[in-house]
């Protein structure tokens, strides 16, 4: 069980000074199925598959979740399909300054999780729900921090515009979704608290862009889905 002493040390690490232990190293997504019809169709026709149990999603010290939900943009770009991101601003309570996909807590105005994603990326990023197709969720995601997020997959179609509302995001930018969806990017890293309390997380850095934790956690389980 987690302690509330672990889960403090837990947050303040720099995930980018820990070792990489191994590489996960799956195959890339074939690019038939990195195209907004490809993943529209794995969605609409899912197969069988199994969503990745993380260390952060066995060892929460909580046992009662606050659900929220995020969205997983996909952004119909010439070049190809690109996931929207965002940097979170560094002074909030919760996974400060780490890259996220929009979106946050279920208020009980909402009719669902996926209105929960359009509202809260609406809130902080400005993307108006009108060029939101949602295609799909991936498998409820439990954090450390006590949230159960329902991911929330959907299709951009520019042109749109953004903005960041400062109090909650830094900033917003874009990753080629062919790189994400490559097996040979998913680094593993480790945590040691002690001898017997040690965390393995994923990390997929991108530039200068240090995607890991919940938000690469979610994204494994989209790779699972699209490459099985």
């Known amino acids: 069980m987690q302690t509330n002493e672990s889960l403090r040390v837990k947050l303040a690490f720099n995930p980018e000074q820990l070792p990489i232990i191994s590489v996960a190293g799956e195959a ?21 598959w199994l969503p990745e149990v993380t260390d952060e999603y066995l060892l929460s010290a909580v046992t009662s979740f606050k659900p929220a939900s995020v969205l997983i943009p996909l952004v119909m770009r010439e070049q190809g399909l690109t996931l929207l991101l965002t940097h979170r601003a560094a002074h909030l309570q919760n996974h400060a300054g ?15 999780a996926i209105e929960t994603a359009l509202r809260e990326t609406q809130e902080e ?14 498998p409820k995601y439990r954090t450390a921090t006590g ?8 299709l951009l179609q520019p042109p749109f515009e953004l903005v960041a509302d400062p109090l909650e995001v830094a900033s917003i930018f874009e990753v080629p979704l062919s790189f994400l969806m490559d097996g040979q990017n998913h680094q593993r890293r480790v945590l040691v608290l002690n001898e017997s309390d040690r ?9 200068q862009h240090f995607i890991w934790g919940a938000t690469a956690g979610m994204l494994r389980n989209l790779f699972h889905l699209l490459r099985s």
């Open 98 to 112: 780490q890259i996220s996909f929009p979106g946050g807590r279920y208020e009980e105005f909402d009719n669902s």
């Open 28 to 48: 890339a997504v074939p690019s038939t199925r990195l195209t907004a019809e490809g993943v529209r169709q794995r969605f609409a026709d899912a197969p069988v």
């Open 199 to 207: 965390r393995i997380f994923y990390s997929m850095p991108y530039q």
């Open 147 to 154: 949230y159960e997020i329902t991911p929330v997959v959907s």
């Open 125 to 138: 990023i400005g993307l108006d729900r009108r060029h939101v197709d949602v295609i799909g969720v991936l």
